[in-house]
């Protein structure tokens, strides 16, 4: 029977091999290059109707690279999106349940023009870390947390969401369907962003009929352009990140379109990112556009107290953690901007960020420094430190933190 797709044809002709992996060069070149001839049958049926399961090991052999270790220039790996071998797609019903999920090429994915997802922003995400041992070994950090965050997330927006055993599961085959792609040992981490959203399609606003469960990852480097660098905050006082009893404590895909315009803005005049204030009293602060802020006054690291409006990070929930085994204070409170400028030390927290220590901050034209501008504050540095040693499984887990994969 003539393959319906191109990405059918592809599958089935004597370039990928009957029943082998195709490249991921011949992949790329399919989905991408040929998405124009594809157009018209990517109308018709769902994405199920257009894809083939794999039968063979993921470990098999392709183009470029081995089966343990993709070509790749590791020295030059920053924050962008790099294509992988692999994702993971689980769908669900009206009903709440989710069948089972299958590992498919990385590629596009199809979707009603009436999905929730784009009409009303029926969606959720979630990122976490895979990182390479120096035995070989991949070890994840704290993926319960971000299965238990995404179903307080979904309840919020009327989504069935997957179990914490399914969301395991499914960071766990893209991993190791993808292992290649993690970076060596010290040169970067393997990026894993689940998602979850509204794919049904609806015209009015409810719940959609369809939901689907999607996770793809990819190799990065650090965030912020300058590594380690202490990075510089611009504080927005129009602009606001959330606002009280809204879905500023989720992690749903509205809440990053929002901080773009300021995030722009600020990198125009030359800071990495924004600092948010609350938009009630408008002295408050919140946190920054993706991760959230910690401040160091002698042995005490106070934080944001979370009251809706801030997400609960899980990196910043490790980072208290931590300090206090290390015998400093932790605070959990309402934080005003003035308090802020007088600290001795601040820095940031977050999946993508790790810990990233601030250089300084301006606020109405003033601009504050924090020590060696150039240089990370020594609490700082300790955090960091204690932080990426059990992350990287440098050191025991005393914590129970990690999830080594074989």
């Not at 089935?12 to 989905?31: E, K, M, Q």
């Not at 400093?328 to 007088?342: A, H, M, S, Y």
């Not at 020590?371 to 499984?393: D, H, M, N, R, W």
Request: charged share 20%; aromatic share 8%; net charge positive.
């Amino acid at each position: 029977m003539e393959p319906r797709t191109c990405a059918a044809r592809c599958l089935a002709s004597p370039a990928s091999g009957r029943g082998t992996v195709p490249s991921r060069r011949l992949f790329s070149r399919l989905i991408w290059s040929r998405s124009t001839q594809c157009a018209a049958s990517s109308l018709r049926g769902p994405v199920a109707r257009r894809r083939r399961r794999l039968s063979t090991p993921m470990t098999t052999a392709y183009n470029t690279g081995t089966p343990d270790q993709v070509d790749f220039d590791w020295d030059d790996l920053g924050f962008q999106l790099v294509p992988t071998d692999f994702m993971y797609l689980m769908r669900c019903s009206s009903d709440g349940v989710f069948t089972k999920g299958e590992l498919v090429p990385y590629g596009p994915i199809e979707l009603n023009p009436a999905a929730a997802v784009l009409n009303y922003g029926q969606g959720l995400l979630e990122g976490l870390r895979a990182h390479r041992k120096g035995d070989g070994s991949i070890l994840l950090f704290r993926p319960q947390e971000n299965a238990l965050r995404m179903r307080i997330g979904a309840d919020r927006l009327c989504m069935p969401a997957p179990s914490v055993e399914q969301f395991l599961e499914a960071v766990k085959l893209t991993v190791l369907a993808n292992k290649r792609w993690v970076p060596p040992t010290g040169k970067g981490s393997l990026y894993i962003r689940p998602q979850l959203i509204g794919s049904g399609a609806i015209l009015g606003i409810a719940p959609a009929p369809e939901y689907t469960f999607i996770v793809f990852v990819c190799p990065v480097g650090h965030y912020f352009k300058d590594g380690l660098s202490p990075i510089s905050l611009l504080t927005e006082e129009e602009y606001h990140r959330a606002a009280p009893g809204g879905t500023g404590d989720i992690k749903t895909i509205g809440n990053y379109a929002s901080v773009v315009s300021a995030q722009r803005r600020a990198k125009e005049k030359g800071h990495a990112d924004v600092l948010y204030l609350d938009p009630v009293h408008k002295k408050f602060v919140e946190e920054v556009s993706s991760c959230n802020i910690f401040m160091v006054k002698g042995n005490v690291i106070s934080t944001p107290l979370l009251t809706g409006t801030i997400l609960p990070g899980i990196t910043r929930k490790s980072v208290i953690g931590i300090s206090q085994n290390l015998g400093f204070q932790v605070e959990e409170r309402n934080i005003t901007i003035d308090e802020l400028l007088g600290a001795d030390e601040v820095f940031c927290t977050g999946t993508a960020v790790v810990l990233s220590p601030v250089g300084s901050i301006t606020y109405r034209e003033r601009k504050v420094e924090y020590g060696k501008s150039q240089e990370a504050g020594v609490v700082s540095q300790q955090l960091y430190a204690a932080f990426t040693a059990i992350q990287k499984g440098l050191v025991e887990d005393s914590m129970g933190w990690t999830l080594q994969l074989n």
